[in-house]
């Protein structure tokens, strides 16, 4: 079964322009998650969904990061304009409701993002 | 601060060896506790649960104090495999499924 499948693996891109990072869930799984990874910072909740239905996007650092989930098969993750310090790893993760599965999250490869 | 905190270390400790982490979480309310491993440029991937009653797999412990708010984590006999950051998650308190995660605790097993 694929895994959780994200592009693209690498951006490098200037201060100011948009990115836009993109995520396919585990067929089936209802929630779908997007973390930022950093040294200084660690791993960071930005927004998650479930049922394609945004729940919490506190963790989104201010105006220039937005998400969207169109579909159960496809997120979306923006950053318009684009700064140095958005410079991370970008990770997508989904899960399932299913109570077996302990809620376990399956993560994407990541996104590695340099914004110069 | 960090709802989750752990040493970040490095531990260095030969092959054999038994080895143990430590986290603390800040929000009393939290109801899932689980230990994510992850490999150097990759992404996390779940190691283990942990439960109340503390919980074993193969060489791997895990054990959970509620009224300290404290979560370990016990490796006996330390394989070079096991090199790795070990990541604390506890979960969102107001969510079944948002995950805190520490910054993690860097394990080194040296032949």
């Known amino acids: 079964d694929a895994g959780v499948i994200q592009s693209p693996r690498h951006e490098v891109t200037e201060m100011g322009q948009e990115v836009t990072l993109r995520c396919k869930p585990i067929?089936?799984?209802?929630?779908l998650f997007w973390y930022r990874q950093t040294m200084m910072r660690g791993l960071e909740l930005l927004i998650y969904?479930?049922?394609?239905?945004?729940?919490?996007d506190s963790g989104m650092p201010e105006d220039r990061f937005s998400a969207k989930m169109p579909n159960a098969s496809f997120s979306t993750l923006k950053i318009q304009p684009s700064e140095p310090r958005d410079s991370a790893v970008y990770f997508c993760?989904?899960?399932?409701?299913?109570?077996?599965?302990?809620?376990?999250?399956?993560f994407g490869p990541g996104t590695r993002l340099t914004v110069l | 601060r960090k709802e989750v905190e752990q040493d970040p270390g490095p531990f260095n400790v030969p092959e054999g060896a038994t080895v143990a982490f430590n986290c603390t979480y800040s929000n009393s309310a939290s109801q899932s506790f689980f230990w994510y491993r992850q490999d150097c440029r990759k992404e996390p991937k779940l190691l283990m649960s942990?439960?109340?009653s503390g919980n074993e797999d193969g060489r791997f412990t895990a054990q959970l104090n509620r009224a300290s708010q404290y979560i370990s984590l016990l490796i006996r006999d330390s394989k070079l495999s096991d090199s790795a950051t070990y990541l604390c998650?506890?979960?969102?308190?107001?969510?079944?499924?948002?995950?805190?995660f520490g910054k993690g605790t860097s394990l080194l097993v040296t032949p």
């Open positions: 067929s089936g799984h209802d929630y």
């Open positions: 942990v439960y109340s």
């Open positions: 969904f479930n049922n394609n239905v945004p729940i919490d």
């Open positions: 998650v506890v979960t969102v308190s107001n969510s079944g499924y948002a995950l805190n």
């Open positions: 993760a989904s899960s399932t409701t299913d109570r077996s599965a302990y809620n376990e999250q399956f």
